[in-house]
């Protein structure tokens, strides 16, 4: 697999989807990872950072979203990035809908023209939601709990659409 780190784009945001510890985990498993020139220069980390870490650093977004089957981002996509968004690449990052209804449509263009998508609210051990811990933290916790959107002929399984809500 091939996992991409875009520069993030949306306004004010100055950190990165992924630190060079990530992509010397990711490619020690001997994946590849793909890194945008100055990607981590907000947070301080520099493409050599990157480059010893094992990473390749490609020029632009659109090499990113182009190489990538797996995209990490801090913020959600904005929309100069919906149409980099290819068909089967995962989107690995927190998205605040109730901010952005034309992200909200995005997102359910998505839904609808890929048969699939994975949303998912994640609680503390205390029942609050705690979207300050790190997303690599409860990885393996949520993973077999994933929301998975699936089409079927009579429509969603997804509670909201009627189905039982289930996996």
Not at 122 to 144: A, H, K, P, V
Request: with cysteine; aromatic share 10%; proline share 2%.
């Amino acid at each position: 697999m091939i996992v991409g780190v875009p520069k993030e784009i949306k306004v004010r945001e100055y950190r990165v989807g992924m630190v060079p510890a990530g992509v010397r985990r990711i490619t020690a498993s001997g994946h590849k990872v793909v890194v945008q020139k100055g990607a981590g220069l907000g947070s301080g980390l520099t493409d050599d950072a990157y480059i010893g870490a094992g990473a390749r650093i490609l020029d632009s977004i659109e090499e990113i979203y182009e190489k990538a089957d797996m995209i990490t981002k801090v913020k959600e996509p904005v929309e100069v990035e919906y149409n980099l968004i290819r068909e089967n690449q995962i989107i690995y990052t927190y998205l605040h809908l109730a901010a952005d209804l034309n992200l909200t449509k995005f997102m359910s263009y998505l839904l609808y023209s890929y048969q699939g998508c994975c949303c998912l609210t994640i609680d503390s051990y205390s029942g609050e939601c705690d979207n300050s811990m790190r997303m690599t933290r409860f990885r393996t916790r949520t993973s077999c709990s994933l929301w998975r959107w699936g089409r079927d002929k009579d429509g969603f399984n997804g509670r909201a659409y009627g189905g039982c809500g289930l996996l």
